[in-house]
Structures are given as structure tokens and as C-alpha cells.
């Protein structure tokens, strides 16, 4: 079944190091997102791409990056990582048809920062 | 941009009973809203939605109701079961925001057998 990828599922790293959280898809699709989810605060949006050369900034963008390696690949970095991005961290991709924008998410890298 | 609130951020019912989750948006020009589940330890998945020129939508024991003119939907699920325990998210969305979804907090609903 095409499904939404996420590697590593669980991380646990210290303040100041570089992490990458990647995401791969085989649904096709050419939309993909970078989300947080933090108890009680939903789930809010860091990144978006709609093709390979786009790349938005979404609510929270601060102190993340990137990058659209192809039109299945979608990673996010944390240069300099700090205890308060330990979080959920999901991938969705989308297909927008009519006025219809499912998300498809991955199944979440949890991260935590000490 | 769009703001969507929710609530409760809790709700505890016996099984049996019924549950309502109600939402409110601020942008007029929203026109799709979509509900998620989200199991414990599990991703979002989406459960149903609404367009804005439909008043309500059944599939099965849930169903959704938009209120355009005061800017508020809901989810209603009857007849609840243990495996509706979850987080549930709202969502609102429009064309000139590229459909982005713009999320409500979440509610946790949890269903006592």
C-alpha cells in the first residue's frame, strides 16, 4: 500500500547538536509537510512544499530548515536543537482535488532534547 | 489568518452515550472542514468533513454540522464506544490559504466500557 514514511521513529539527542528527521512517501503526491504536535497545542505547521522547488515557512518555522530532495523526499533539520522542540514531530502529504486537502500523515518522530 | 478554537480539550462520557466536539474559525472565507482521529500512539487520520455549502453530514454513528453564519462546526458521535477513545481534531481550511488546514487544539475523548 503507498504509505508515509518517517525515520528515526524515536531520537534522543542533546541541546546544541544537529538532528535531521526524514520523511519518504509512495502516495504520489506532490504536496508535503512538516508538523509539531505538542499536548494541548494541536498540531501546528513548521514547513510546507507543494513540488521540489517550493518551499513555504508555516507557523513555527523558526529555528528549523528543509529540504525537498525529491518529489518523495521531504526532511527537516534542527541546526542547533533546544529542550523546547522536544516534541512529535509528523509528516503529510497531500493531493488537493476540488476543494478537498486530506492529509496523510507518517507515523511521527518523537524527539526529545535534553 | 485563520484562527480555529475547540473545545472541550476534554470529555469523558460512559459508553452508550453520545459526545459533541464544537469548533469555532474566524475567517469567513473557510470552506472545507475536516475532522481527524488520532488513536493513542497511532498518526491523525482523517474521519470526515464538511464543504461550506452543505449544513450537515452523516456517515454511520458520526456526523458533522456547519453553522456558516455564526462560524462554527461540530462533530457528534452517537451510540460511543470504547474504541472512540482518541484525540480528535478540527480543522478549517481555504482556497486562497492553498487549502492549508489550520488545526483546533485537539479534544480527548475517553469512553468508559
Known amino acids: 500500500d503507498a504509505d508515509v514514511t518517517q525515520t528515526p521513529r524515536n531520537r534522543i539527542t542533546k541541546t546544541g547538536k544537529r538532528i535531521m528527521l526524514e520523511c519518504s512517501q509512495t502516495k504520489g503526491h506532490d504536496r508535503m509537510y512538516w508538523y509539531r504536535q505538542d499536548p494541548g497545542l494541536g498540531l501546528r505547521l513548521i514547513y510546507y512544499s507543494f513540488d521540489v522547488k517550493d518551499i513555504n515557512k508555516g507557523e513555527i518555522s523558526d529555528g528549523y530548515s528543509v529540504s525537498r530532495q525529491a518529489q518523495a523526499k521531504f526532511s527537516l533539520s534542527l541546526e542547533s536543537a533546544i529542550p523546547n522542540q522536544t516534541a512529535l514531530y509528523f509528516c503529510?502529504?497531500?493531493?488537493?482535488?476540488?476543494?478537498?486537502?486530506?492529509?496523510?500523515f507518517g507515523p511521527g518522530t518523537r524527539l526529545t532534547v535534553l | 489568518g485563520e484562527n480555529v478554537e475547540q473545545h472541550p480539550s476534554t470529555l469523558s462520557v460512559q459508553e452508550g452515550d453520545s459526545a459533541v466536539i464544537k469548533c469555532t474559525y474566524s475567517d469567513s472565507a473557510s470552506n472545507y472542514f475536516p475532522w481527524y482521529k488520532q488513536e493513542l500512539g497511532k498518526r491523525p487520520q482523517l474521519i470526515i468533513d464538511i464543504r461550506s455549502n452543505v449544513g450537515e453530514k452523516k456517515d454511520q454513528r458520526i456526523a458533522v454540522t456547519l453553522n456558516k453564519t455564526a462560524k462554527h462546526f461540530s462533530l457528534h458521535i452517537t451510540e460511543t464506544q470504547p474504541e472512540d477513545s482518541a484525540v480528535y481534531f478540527c480543522?478549517?481550511?481555504?482556497?486562497?490559504?492553498?487549502?492549508?488546514?489550520?488545526f483546533g487544539r485537539g479534544t480527548s475523548l475517553i469512553v468508559h466500557p
Open positions: 480543522a478549517a481550511s481555504i482556497k486562497g490559504g492553498s487549502y492549508i488546514p489550520t
Open positions: 503529510a502529504t497531500s493531493d488537493v482535488k476540488g476543494k478537498v486537502n486530506e492529509q496523510f
